[in-house]
């Protein structure tokens, strides 16, 4: 049995930018061993929600060119994410609909756990028809 390592989201910056002499080669050996079968690694969700936060911020990435990595990342052997089922939909949604990583990852957590999403947000209601969403209702006391 290989050892489970759960990475943070500078590693797979460094691994997925390759803009770093030292830790860049670094991180790609960490996949190399997973992929080889000597490690196992955890990419916990919130870890990716900070992935995307970095690329977007410091790397200018879009969803179009972050949702594919962030899949290709997930598929590769000895690499998994405690929540995969739904967190590739909301990959997949925060692409194709162009939309906040956040809310892509709630709507297909309320999708796939069969619950409603509250917010404020207009946008994500009208955004995400795959999911009930609405506003909180009006405080009768307001």
Known sequence: MSKSIAIDAN????????????QSPAATDLFRSAGAGRVHLIIPTP???????????????TPETIAPKLVSLLALPGVSN????????????????????????LCAYAHHHHCEVSTFDKTLIKKFTEVSASEPPKSKSA
């Not at 590693?11 to 030292?22: E, Q, S």
């Not at 936060?53 to 410091?58: A, I, R």
């Not at 609909?97 to 892509?104: M, R």
């Open 11 to 22: 590693v797979i910056v460094r691994y997925l930018t390759g803009d770093d002499p030292v």
């Open 47 to 61: 870890i990716i929600q900070e992935t995307v936060y970095v690329l977007e911020t410091f790397y200018d990435g």
């Open 82 to 105: 405690p929540d995969a089922r739904w967190v590739l939909d909301g990959i997949q949604w925060y692409r194709a609909k162009n939309a906040d990583f956040g809310d892509a990852l």
